[in-house]
């Protein structure tokens, strides 16, 4: 018999009605507003290098990746994109700067899609009709990848830098483009670095167009900083239902990546949760080390794939209440701590013992498959 446990299922969103966009597929991941939200990340090694891409994509896909991104600067990496293609256990889009002709061979190699930077891809608008036929024949989605970095000098020149409004009339114009003959299999993304011009960016874009949107804060820097920057800016947009695809830019291996990206869309209810430590940032009630026993539980319990919550408390005021309400708790006082299943107390221990008892009882929970998530 399933015991259901105190972990909710993910309610349907309620941060906002999620914007009605146009649908495509990248491969088998279904992108836009009747889908759920995908992560993706990039990879970092020479695409050349077909074997150590394929393992660094199995990474991200055992991490929680549903897309990977790869570059093809050279004609090396083009040669090698038919092989990651057909390997690959996630779909693969083909990044491409600078030269078109890579854009053709990308599709003729089968990637799921391809994203391409009108801002810097040579006499990119004069290619845009055979682009158009060549994706179209082989049902290839094309991302319309805006950057604050390479923006068109026309607009740079206009607006007098990468303005939101400069991002979206890129966009847009190019979208257009497309339209014109009669592709509209397109994702949109127009990156900044500064999660304010981003935000803002993407709200004008989402009022003038139903195209599937790509957020992403670019260049967001090293690991804690990337992470708050993206944190904040996709949750400002997916408050108003705005974004059907989501990338962290870390100064980071790009499973940390995809790491943050789940995290984020499972705080927001928006990705089924697995495995939530609730701990307290202790205080001067705190009467065990919360700090070193959050540690330990979280590193024990890290790779746990289950919808499971272990509250981790550090003292008597309001560590029994979270314990309680939680999976798997504990409630911390005076060198010892009472360890709490499913709202009940079943043993106290000591301090020494906190960490190990808590894992010992998390994974017997999983074991015994006495989990499944109630709604709540």
């Known amino acids: 018999m399933t015991v259901p446990l105190g972990m909710p299922a993910p309610p349907a969103p ?19 507003s009747d889908f759920p939200i995908a992560v993706q990340s990039m990879t970092t090694t020479v695409t050349a290098d077909v074997n150590a891409t394929l393992q660094q994509i199995a990474e991200l896909s055992t991490a929680g990746c549903d897309i990977v991104r790869v570059a093809c600067p050279s004609q090396d990496d083009a040669d090698a994109l038919a092989a990651i293609a057909a390997k690959s256990p996630i779909p693969v889009i083909a990044d491409i700067h600078f030269q078109p002709r890579y854009v053709f061979a990308a599709i003729e190699a089968g990637c799921a899609a391809i994203r391409v930077n009108p801002g810097n891809i040579k006499k990119f608008d004069d290619q845009v009709k055979d682009i158009a036929r ?43 483009l497309f339209a014109e003959h009669d592709f509209h299999d397109l994702k949109i ?5 500064d999660p304010v011009i981003m935000v803002r960016a993407y709200e004008l ?13 670019t260049e967001a820097g090293p690991a804690f900083q990337g ?8 949750g400002a947009l997916l408050r108003q239902g705005i974004g059907d695809t989501i990338r962290v830019s870390l100064s980071a291996p790009p499973v940390e990546e995809i790491k943050v990206g ?3 869309l499972q705080a927001l209810n928006l990705r089924p949760r697995k495995l939530d430590i609730v701990s307290c940032p202790s205080c001067g009630r705190a009467q065990v080390d919360v700090y070193k026993l959050a540690a330990e539980v979280t590193a024990a319990l890290e790779g746990m794939d289950i919808p499971l919550r272990v509250a981790v408390m550090g003292c008597v005021v309001n560590g ?13 006082g005076n060198g010892k701590g009472q360890i709490f299943v499913r709202g009940e107390v079943i043993r106290t221990v000591p301090e020494s013992r906190i960490a190990e008892t808590l894992i010992e009882e998390a994974l017997r929970l999983a074991e015994s498959g006495e989990f499944a998530p109630v709604a709540g």
């Open 262 to 264: 789940t995290q984020i």
């Open 134 to 176: 060549a994706a179209k024949d082989r049902g290839t989605p094309i991302r319309i990848g805006v950057n604050a970095g390479s923006l068109d000098a026309r607009l740079l020149a206009k607006h007098g830098r990468a303005t939101p409004e400069a991002l979206v009339e890129s966009a847009l114009w190019e979208a257009s």
């Open 227 to 234: 992470t708050v920057k993206s944190a904040v800016a996709f």
């Open 205 to 217: 874009l989402a009022e003038a167009c139903d195209y599937p949107l790509h957020l992403g804060v």
């Open 320 to 332: 029994p209440g979270e314990a309680r309400e939680a999976d798997l708790g504990v409630a911390s």
């Open 189 to 193: 993304s127009v990156k900044h670095n």
């Open 14 to 32: 309620t941060l906002g009605t999620r914007r009605r966009t146009r649908q495509l597929h990248v491969g088998p991941v279904g992108v836009g």
